[in-house]
Nanobody
């Protein structure tokens, strides 16, 4: 069982930056692959980024490549999402999620492989 708590969301102007954090409970954090997803009003939850347990495999969705960076610190049981050059369309509730590697390896972008979810943190980008 993994419990996840996101933080770092807020209101930022377009072009600005935010860093989201997701703190995980438990002593087996490094055995889980981690992902960030987002959900805008009226839209389905979508994949943003993912990272393997050891950090060696990283994925970002095309719309955030070059602007967002996922990373993790296993000593701190924390995964991060550095968001730069924010755009209005990045406005959403951002969720972190954890997946067992046995299911994640084959489909790191699929929402269904993530078994544990945080409560979400709001990111609002203004003009």
């Amino acid at each position: 069982q993994v419990q996840l708590v996101e933080s770092g969301g807020g209101l930022v102007q377009a072009g600005g930056s935010l860093r989201l954090s997701c703190a995980a409970s438990g002593r087996t954090f490094s055995t889980y692959a981690m992902g960030w997803f987002r959900q805008a009003p009226g839209k389905e939850r979508e994949f943003v980024a993912a990272i393997s347990g050891g950090g060696g495999r990283i994925y970002h969705t095309d719309s955030v490549k070059g602007r967002f960076t996922i990373s993790r610190d296993n000593a701190r049981n924390t995964v991060y999402l550095q968001m730069n050059s924010l755009k209005l369309e990045d406005t959403a509730v951002y969720y972190c999620a954890a997946a067992n590697h046995s299911t994640w390896n084959g489909a790191p972008r699929k929402i269904d492989v993530y078994a544990y979810w945080g409560q979400g943190t709001q990111v609002t980008v203004s003009s």
